[in-house]
């Protein structure tokens, strides 16, 4: 099965820089790549997904690149701001043949102001 | 417009006792599902419903985990004999249909148990 691998654990920028996650796949049928942010006490909410179709993928500050080759997958930040202090979680997906969402271990993001 | 709603919000049993949480999906979302998350770690598939029926239930760990969704819209997670192990953050998401084409799922809040 899917299993999916996401460092740093933590993260810690300065207000304005960027910020980089990065995620690796093991099943190369995956084809569908949500991230979400958690903040504390709250459930994940869904920020960008890409698909296996597309390399690159932005909205506003956040962009998503994909590897389909090397099965990596990372998520980009920039103009970090306090409010982007959470939890950050990857995850992967056969879509439309799957429902089970496997889940990174998560990068706890902290934007010192 | 309102999201998933997830009831207790928390939830302290003693080990032994019986637990039932409850998830309010998104009105007109088919598919329901339900994750368990542990202290420091990402979500873990439990259930899957598509509708009515249990879809897919290899996730529940035991047989003391039980889940029901008897008209296609509120579900309740059902455990039995609770272990201190059972202790975690319980989400529940929604999402239109099956798979993830163009439904991505909608998470509530969570329920956090605590078993002591």
């Known amino acids: 099965g899917e299993n999916v691998e996401q460092h740093p654990s933590t993260l810690s920028v300065q207000e304005g820089d960027s910020a980089v996650i990065k995620c690796t796949y093991s099943?190369?049928?995956?084809?569908?790549f949500p991230w979400y942010k958690q903040e504390l006490g709250k459930g994940p909410q869904l920020i960008i997904d890409?698909?296996?179709?597309?390399g690159e993928k932005k909205d506003q500050r956040i962009a998503v690149t994909l590897n389909k080759t090397a099965k990596h997958f990372s998520l980009h930040i920039t103009e970090t701001q306090p409010e982007d202090s959470a939890v950050y979680f990857c995850?992967?997906?056969?879509?439309?043949?799957?429902?089970?969402?496997?889940f990174g271990s998560g990068t706890r993001l902290l934007v010192r102001p | 417009g309102a999201g998933v709603s997830q009831t207790p919000s928390n939830k302290v049993t003693e080990k032994g006792k019986y637990v039932e949480l409850r998830c309010d999906p998104i009105s007109g979302h088919t598919a329901l599902y339900w994750y368990r998350q542990s202290l420091g770690q990402g979500p873990e598939f439990l259930i899957y419903?598509?509708?009515?029926?249990?879809?897919?239930d290899s996730g529940l760990p035991n047989d003391r985990f039980f889940a029901v969704r008897p008209e296609g819209s509120v579900s309740t997670l059902k455990i039995q004999r609770t272990e201190r192990g059972d202790s975690a953050v319980y989400l529940c998401?929604?999402?239109?249909?099956?798979?993830?084409?163009?439904?991505?799922?909608?998470f509530g809040n969570g329920t956090r148990l605590t078993v002591t």
């Open positions: 099943d190369s049928a995956s084809n569908y």
């Open positions: 890409i698909r296996s179709n597309v």
């Open positions: 995850a992967a997906i056969l879509m439309d043949s799957s429902y089970k969402l496997i």
């Open positions: 419903f598509q509708g009515t029926g249990a879809a897919d």
């Open positions: 998401a929604s999402s239109l249909g099956t798979g993830q084409s163009n439904s991505p799922l909608h």
